[in-house]
């Protein structure tokens, strides 16, 4: 577990921009709206699942998503609820739903066309942490790193936690005290390859300035450390 000071990240200009692609993803008779980050050469896929009322129209969320696209690695961003689910709380807490959409999104976009082969890992957000570590869990070595951002990590269970497998990243601010407690647990029942970083001076939704660039950076550092081949 390591704690972490902001620190100036070098600027983007030199890296290239994604082509922005709305998608539509079928669930068991739904359809789920996805936004897709595409680089021209993709070297690896990153599915964001959100939670907690969020949408992919998500500024924080899409900014994270342009991160990645701009190392090479394709970013999709879906929505795992209808938006009459999303109007619901308990909808958000529904992790075995939002798990299995988060899979059956998972199996559909390795089918679309320029990333059938890619290495696939999430990026987790609130509750979306929980989906995509028990996701990470159920689909064993299809899935190859995980980063939860701000994650209600709790939620998927301390068995289902000693089940992750891939390599799984845990960024927190350190304002942020309940989740801060909440992951330091998730931490410490992970038996996968691990890293715990928190940001000093962020609270939850890292609005202060340059925490959410410099977590887009550590996300980025860990996919493309564990996930990019």
């Not at 509750?127 to 701000?150: P, R, Y």
């Not at 845990?170 to 996968?192: A, F, R, S, Y």
Request: net charge neutral; aromatic share 6%; charged share 20%.
């Amino acid at each position: 577990m390591q704690q972490t000071a902001l620190k100036k990240m070098p600027a983007d200009a030199n890296k290239g921009s994604a082509d922005q692609i709305a998608v539509s993803i079928p669930s068991n008779g739904i359809s789920l709206h996805a936004h897709l980050y595409m680089p021209e050469k993709p070297t690896a896929l990153v599915i964001i699942s959100h939670g907690n009322g969020s949408s992919r129209f998500n500024p924080k969320n899409n900014y994270v998503a342009e991160a990645l696209s701009k190392s090479n690695v394709s970013a999709l961003l879906v929505d795992l609820l209808t938006p009459k689910e999303d109007s619901l709380i308990e909808s958000w807490f529904d992790i075995p739903l939002l798990t299995e959409r988060l899979k059956h999104t998972t199996e559909w976009v390795k089918q679309y066309p320029g990333l059938q082969n890619l290495p696939v890992g999430f990026l987790g957000v609130g509750t979306g942490a929980a989906s995509a570590l028990t996701a990470a869990a159920d689909m064993e070595d299809k899935i190859k790193a995980v980063v939860c951002k701000a994650g209600r990590t709790d939620l998927a269970g301390d068995k289902i936690l000693s089940l992750v497998a891939c390599p799984t990243l845990l960024i927190v601010g350190g304002l942020d005290n309940e989740v801060l407690k909440l992951n330091l647990h998730t931490w410490q029942n992970l038996k996968c390859k691990k890293s715990m970083l928190i940001i000093n001076g962020a609270s939850h939704l890292f609005e202060e300035p340059g925490k959410l660039h410099f977590v887009s950076e550590l996300a980025s550092d860990w996919f493309g450390k564990y996930l990019v081949r």
